[in-house]
T-cell receptor, first 114, second 111 residues
Framework: SQELEQSPQSLIVQEGKNLTINCTSS?????LYWYKQKYGEGLIFLMM?????EEKSHEKITAKLDEKKQQSSLHITASQPSHAGIYLC??????????????FGKGTKLSVKP | NAGVMQNPRHLVRRRGQEARLRCSPM?????VYWYRQLPEEGLKFMVY????????ESGMPKERFSAEFPKEGPSILRIQQVVRGDSAAYFC?????????FGPGTRLTVT
C-alpha cells in the first residue's frame, strides 16, 4: 500500500491563481521534504520540515507540517508558468530520522496556463 | 559550488550487458543514496551508503544489483545482466546528514 498519498494527482491552474498540494501519511513523519521535478530531469530541493506545526516559505511557495506530523501542504501564491512541473513529497518515517531511506508520493503534476 | 553529479545522463544497454552508473556527491557530503524511478511509478529507495560502507540496502533487488562508495572516487551502482525491466531513471542523492540533494539522474534504456 502507498504510505504517502499526494493530492491532487494533477492540477491545471490559470496564471496568477493560488493552489495547494497535499501530502498525507499513514505513519508519523520525522522529516518531510518537498521537491520539484521537471519532466526528464532531476529533483530540485524546495523545503524540509521536521517539527509539528512548522511552516517554511521560499519566494511564493509555503509548506506546512501539521501538528500531528502526518500531513503536509504546499501552497503556491500567484502561480506563474515557471511553477509548472511535478511536485513530490518525500518522507522519513523512521523514528530518530536521518535513516536515509525516504519514501515518496507519486507526485502532483502542475500545469500553469498563461 | 557543484551539485550532485551523475554520469552518464543517458545509457543504452542490450539485454545481458552490464550497466555502471556513477554518482559524485556534493562537496563535503559523505552520505549517498540511490533511488529508482520507473515509468508511471514513484521514486523508490534502493540503497544508502557512506564511505566504504553500505548502511541500508533494503531497497536493492537481491540479484544483479550492487553498489559501492569507495574511499576515493564516485559511488557506483552496478547492474549486471540487465533486463528490459531495469529500464528506468536512476537518481543519486547526497547529504551531509540532513537534507538530501538529488543529481540529474541517469536514464537507462535496455533494448
Amino acid at each position: 500500500s502507498q504510505e504517502l498519498e499526494q493530492s491532487p494527482q494533477s492540477l491545471i491552474v490559470q496564471e496568477g491563481k493560488n493552489l495547494t498540494i497535499n501530502c498525507t501519511s499513514s505513519k508519523t513523519l520525522y522529516g518531510l521534504y518537498w521537491y520539484k521535478q521537471k519532466y526528464g530531469e532531476g529533483l530540485i530541493f524546495l523545503m524540509m520540515l521536521q517539527k509539528g506545526g512548522e511552516e517554511k516559505s521560499h519566494e511564493k511557495i509555503t509548506a506546512k507540517l501539521d501538528e500531528k506530523k502526518q500531513q503536509s501542504s504546499l501552497h503556491i501564491t500567484a502561480s506563474q508558468p515557471s511553477h509548472a512541473g511535478i511536485y513530490l513529497c518525500g518522507a522519513d518515517i523512521n523514528y530518530g530520522g536521518s535513516q536515509g531511506n525516504l519514501i515518496f508520493g507519486k507526485g502532483t503534476k502542475l500545469s500553469v496556463k498563461p | 559550488n557543484a551539485g550532485v553529479m551523475q554520469n552518464p545522463r543517458h545509457l543504452v544497454r542490450r539485454r545481458g550487458q552490464e550497466a555502471r552508473l556513477r554518482c559524485s556527491p556534493m562537496k563535503g557530503h559523505s552520505h549517498v543514496y540511490w533511488y529508482r524511478q520507473l515509468p508511471e511509478e514513484g521514486l523508490k529507495f534502493m540503497v544508502y551508503l557512506q564511505k566504504e560502507n553500505i548502511i541500508d540496502e533494503s531497497g536493492m533487488p537481491k540479484e544483479r544489483f550492487s553498489a559501492e562508495f569507495p574511499k576515493e572516487g564516485p559511488s557506483i551502482l552496478r547492474i549486471q545482466q540487465v533486463v528490459r525491466g531495469d529500464s528506468a531513471a536512476y537518481f543519486c542523492a547526497s547529504s551531509g546528514g540532513g537534507e538530501q540533494y538529488f543529481g540529474p539522474g541517469t536514464r537507462l534504456t535496455v533494448t
